[in-house]
């Protein structure tokens, strides 16, 4: 089959929708699809996408070079023609998240897949009228894909979404590691891979790495620019503060950790620090650490609990506000050995079950 993917962001980047978006395209190739993916030319990367992102399996992308910043205003519209011109008569299935462009498939009844990560109020006034007008979910989409209950709900209640036309299919890894079990040691690696950003608990794992000095520390995301800022105003010898790192090295880092840590505040916004993504996010960065077999410990927000359950394959801080209970949780586990290995097998157990292979089944769904 022929399948063309339109995306906004840019690639390569350390974007997780970016990273999520190649490793579809690569698991459709994977399974015998034609794959072209039409992206911007905002990248800053001049690493290969094979290398940046452990490619395996090629396929077709096109960057438009016109485009050199995140298309928003009426470049958004622009771009969106721009790059269905490019594949709307010459592919059998088009994917997007980008709701202008998943408009124009359903103009000239082109077969399409839309997958949705947050509340469509963040789109333009233009995208909302168009939507609350035409019923294109229910007449035109092949398939919805919800990246979460929260994400479904939101669609179903709002545009009376008929059953069989969305379905949830949470992120997944693409990674392949192998369980070792934790041993009682000295000092335990404790890692955060992510965004630098407030509302995903960098101030919480400062205040930790201050108050647990028995414990190494280790933050890894971030541009350079934002890891010399945070560097300025870290005074703890036992928190290591790295930039974001390219996917390939990912592996051998989540193995050197011995707890991992999403430690998300009440409200968590999206790249850039805009909308609110909380009764939405899937984080891809879960899917990862569940798959390195580490004990994974994270705030108790009820969107991840679609995945995870208290003591049986991570830890949750119920109080997350508060850095004296994350301390204490991680004294615990340093504690407990045997707890810590069996949440973390919990968990390895528990990461089969989302990988891209699962994913890339539901988008196919329903097309003859």
Known sequence: ???????????????????????????????KNHVHLIIPNTSKFKDTFQNFYNIKHNFKITKI?????????ISYYTYSINAFSKVCFSYDLIISRNFFVIFLCCLINK????????????????????????????KKCLKIIAITKGVKEFYDKKFKLN??????????????????NSLNIKKLNVGYFGSINYSKGIGIIQKLARMDKDNNYYIFGGTNDQVSELKCKNNSKNLKIHSHQNYKKLPKLLMSMDVL????????????????????????????????????????IKVLKEILKNKKNCIFIKNYNS??????????????????????????????NFNHENRVKYYLQGFK
Not at 168 to 180: A, D, I, T
């Open 163 to 180: 059953k069989d036309k969305i379905v949830v299919v949470p992120s997944g890894s693409s990674l392949s590691l192998k369980f070792k």
């Open 261 to 300: 840590l999403m430690p998300y505040l009440k409200n968590i916004t999206a790249a850039g620090n805009v909308s609110d993504i909380t009764n939405f996010t899937s984080p891809l960065k879960l899917f990862d650490y569940m798959e390195s077999g580490k004990i994974i410990v994270s705030s108790e």
């Open 1 to 31: 089959m022929k399948i063309a993917y339109i995306s906004n962001s840019s690639a390569p980047s350390h974007l997780p929708s970016s990273l999520q978006i190649i490793k579809t395209c690569e698991t459709l190739v994977k399974i």
């Open 65 to 73: 070079k016109y485009y050199k910043k995140f298309p928003r205003g």
């Open 323 to 352: 850095p004296v209970s994350w301390f204490n949780e991680i004294k615990k586990i340093k504690n407990n050995v045997m707890m810590r290995n069996i949440i973390a097998k919990n968990s390895k157990k528990l990461a089969e």
């Open 111 to 138: 077969k399409c897949v839309i997958e949705l990560h947050h509340d469509i109020k963040t789109e333009s006034q233009i995208v909302n009228f168009i939507y609350n007008k035409i019923n294109i979910f229910n």
